[in-house]
């Protein structure tokens, strides 16, 4: 049951380091491009902030692209891991690092017979995007629950990352269901551990506590 944190944002990755909760990192174009920074300085960042999988994505459209891509990708750390699309020129490029022992994560997966090609290609991991599913009504949860039981019928040793993640329960779902990793926004690891009750409960015993004269078990170190 692994949690990564899905963001380029260097604020937020020491934050959630700090709490140590967080088994590694995921980032996309579109991360990198709001963290406003420079790709491989935020990855070397990165790399040296978390010890985990660290998620970079190609851009290029093409295998032969996406190949020399990685290759320089590894460069960085031994802890990157490269993100390639699920498309066949995706497939081409993961079959052919798998080949060479670079860790690949196949991104952008909709479907369980697109899971099953991950799969063939050698992928270390796969990613269902389970919010973009459920954005156009569709139940990305149960995709979790196909790949899985996909997965598991044929011992398959792709891992399952659960991706584009909206909400708590999405998380705990996500895990329920199968899931080997799930990669959750800052602001849903926050949601995760917060709830009124705690805080209610929390001011509460403070108050009782002060109120009732005792003192700090600390106090008497004094
Ligand atoms: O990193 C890929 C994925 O988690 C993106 O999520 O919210 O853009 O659908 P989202």
Known sequence: MKIFIDSADIKEIKTVAELGVCDGVT???TLIAKSGQDFKTVLSEIVNIIPGPIS????SLDSKGMIKEAE?????ANSIVIKLP?????LKACKYLNGKGIKTNVTLCFSVGQALLAAKSGATYVSPFIGRLDDIGEDGVNLIKEIKALYSANKVETKILAASIRSPRHVTDSFISGA?????PFKILLQL???PLTDKGLKQFIEDWKNSGQRSILAEKI
């Open 56 to 59: 970079a994505e190609v851009i």
């Open 86 to 90: 699920l498309t066949e020129e995706g």
């Open 27 to 29: 980032t996309n174009p």
């Open 180 to 184: 080997d990793v799930v990669t959750l």
């Open 72 to 76: 320089e990708l590894v460069k960085l």
């Open 193 to 195: 551990y917060t709830h």
